[in-house]
């Protein structure tokens, strides 16, 4: 057993593009590549040949992204052969997953450099169908979305645990009281952060542009709406219940775009070059699904508990944002400055494309520590069927 620690030395994304929109041509596995081509020209010492493994997230896989996406990614990239590649499915959280599972790689010993990050096209996820048990069944066959959300649910599951994600989040709000009034204010101060971040350039180095085989090139995330005001997002109707809290605008959209996180050993800042980033925790939390919005509260605390450290001593959080109300009620449970939560935008502005966002909102605090000079961050997102994923980072610029 190793006592290595793992380092992010690079992150990458692409933008997050609308549903159908700027990027709704480019297939999941081609996003991929792309990211993959990113942040390997971050490092250009690095022979490609010595990754010891690719470990992608992706959340759906019933479509251009099946038969193992970080594979296929890898290859359609350029990379050697010889470098082997993983897909893991653990939904929203697939892409932190990935990182996850890659440090671990490295605190063992078992590997040296491992890409990590994630994928999800939601416009392009397709319609499927459940086979028939026996040919030519007389009644009709329903085509399902795989977008988001249940789908084919055994019957045996309990109603409660497969309301939809909506359902779920009403119900928090319910149970912590908290207001559509907290919600749009929430919503709106994600795409005010995130034009400004835009507008400074703290993305500029982070998020590599796309250009389709037709259409324009997309550099920026198209969800971002800088005119979002409480007062806009207040005229939106709900969209779960009639008497709902919960609008398009306090939500995450639906979207497309990938992520990549470079992970490596000490030894390998020899190559690298110094890193952004130490992983110093790591928690997993899990609870009834219809109460997946509020997992990353236990997971986070358990991520700190590893690391060593208290809430006192977190300086930035990045929670991907599904929803304003789950965010709210994370927020509100941990001890900390709402201030130092999303100081570049959020999931509501900046998009939610599943596997992807683990990465983002990773490679994204490593930069924000930085930046800011903080030393311990915290990422953490839910995660649908109830669970939760954490991540404590530690800026080694400040480690001292």
Same mark, same amino acid.
């Given at each position: 057993?190793?006592?290595?620690?793992?380092?992010?030395?690079?992150?990458?994304?692409?933008?997050?593009?609308?549903?159908?929109?700027? #990027?709704? /041509?480019?297939?999941?596995?081609?996003?991929?590549?792309?990211?993959?081509? %990113?942040?390997?020209?971050?490092?250009?010492?690095?022979?490609?040949?010595?990754?010891?493994?690719?470990?992608?997230?992706?959340?759906?896989? %019933?479509?251009? &992204?099946?038969?193992?996406? @970080?594979?296929?990614?890898?290859? *359609?990239?350029?990379?050697?052969?010889?470098?082997?590649?993983?897909?893991?499915? +653990?939904?929203?959280?697939?892409? *932190?997953?990935?990182?996850?599972?890659? $440090? +671990? !790689?490295?605190?063992?010993?078992d590997a040296d450099i491992v890409l990590t990050g994630g994928v999800e096209?939601?416009?392009?996820?397709?319609?499927?169908?459940?086979?028939?048990?026996?040919?030519?069944?007389?009644?009709?066959?329903?085509?399902?979305?795989?977008?988001?959300?249940? +789908?084919?649910?055994?019957?045996?599951?309990?109603?409660?645990?497969?309301?939809? #994600?909506?359902?779920?989040?009403?119900?928090?709000?319910?149970?912590?009281?908290?207001?559509?009034?907290? !919600?749009?204010?929430?919503?709106?101060?994600?795409?005010?952060?995130?034009?400004?971040?835009?507008?400074?350039?703290?993305?500029?180095?982070?998020?590599?542009?796309?250009?389709?085989?037709?259409?324009?090139?997309?550099?920026?995330? &198209?969800?971002?709406?800088?005119?979002?005001?409480?007062?806009? #997002?207040?005229?939106?109707?709900?969209?779960?219940?009639?008497?709902?809290?919960?609008?398009?605008?306090?939500?995450?959209?639906?979207?497309?775009?990938?992520?990549?996180?470079?992970? @490596?050993?000490?030894?390998?800042?020899?190559?690298?070059?110094?890193?952004?980033?130490?992983?110093?925790?790591?928690?997993?939390?899990?609870?009834?699904? !219809?109460?997946?919005?509020?997992?990353?509260?236990?997971?986070?605390?358990?991520?700190?508990?590893?690391?060593?450290?208290?809430?006192?001593?977190?300086? +930035?959080?990045?929670?991907?944002?599904?929803?304003?109300?789950? $965010?709210?009620?994370?927020? /509100?449970?941990?001890?900390? /400055?709402?201030?130092?939560?999303?100081?570049?935008?959020?999931?509501?502005?900046?998009?939610?494309?599943?596997?992807?966002?683990?990465?983002?909102?990773?490679?994204?605090?490593?930069?924000?520590?930085?930046? /800011?000079?903080?030393?311990?961050?915290?990422?953490?997102?839910?995660?649908?069927?109830?669970?939760?994923?954490?991540?404590?980072?530690?800026?080694?610029?400040?480690?001292?």
């Open positions: 057993m190793s006592d290595e620690s793992a380092y992010v030395y690079a992150a990458r994304r692409t933008p997050f593009g609308k549903f159908n929109g700027g #990027l709704a /041509d480019v297939r999941p596995d081609d996003l991929a590549a792309h990211v993959i081509r %990113a942040v390997l020209a971050d490092v250009p010492d690095l022979d490609p040949a010595t990754i010891d493994d690719v470990v992608w997230g992706n959340a759906n896989g %019933a479509g251009e &992204e099946n038969r193992n996406v @970080g594979r296929m990614a890898a290859l *359609l990239a350029g990379l050697p052969t010889s470098v082997s590649g993983t897909t893991i499915n +653990r939904l929203c959280g697939s892409g *932190l997953d990935a990182a996850m599972m890659a $440090s +671990r !790689q490295i605190e063992t010993g096209s939601m416009t392009r996820a397709p319609w499927v169908l459940p086979k028939p048990s026996r040919a030519y069944p007389a009644r009709d066959v329903t085509a399902v979305s795989t977008t988001l959300g249940w +789908r084919l649910v055994n019957p045996a599951m309990p109603k409660e645990w497969t309301v939809s #994600l909506g359902e779920g989040n009403e119900q928090l709000q319910e149970r912590f009281g908290i207001s559509r009034e907290r !919600q749009d204010a929430f919503a709106a101060r994600s795409h005010q952060l995130a034009q400004s971040a835009w507008e400074s350039g703290f993305y500029d180095d982070l998020v590599s542009s796309v250009t389709p085989a037709k259409g324009d090139a997309v550099v920026r995330d &198209e969800s971002i709406r800088p005119t979002s005001t409480v007062e806009v #997002l207040s005229g939106l109707k709900p969209a779960f219940r009639p008497d709902g809290t919960i609008t398009a605008g306090n939500a995450s959209p639906l979207n497309d775009g990938a992520s990549a996180v470079l992970l @490596g050993s000490e030894a390998a800042s020899k190559t690298l070059g110094d890193p952004a980033a130490r992983i110093v925790g790591r928690g997993i939390m899990a609870l009834e699904p !219809q109460s997946f919005g509020y997992a990353p509260v236990e997971a986070a605390n358990r991520a700190l508990a590893r690391a060593g450290i208290g809430w006192d001593q977190v300086g +930035r959080v990045e929670l991907n944002e599904a929803f304003a109300v789950q $965010s709210l009620a994370c927020v /509100d449970a941990w001890p900390i /400055d709402p201030e130092i939560v999303n100081t570049r935008g959020g999931a509501i502005a900046i998009g939610h494309p599943l596997g992807a966002s683990g990465g983002r909102i990773l490679g994204t605090l490593a930069k924000v520590l930085r930046e /800011d000079k903080q030393r311990y961050g915290v990422a953490a997102i839910c995660i649908g069927v109830g669970q939760g994923l954490a991540v404590v980072l530690e800026n080694p610029e400040v480690s001292s």
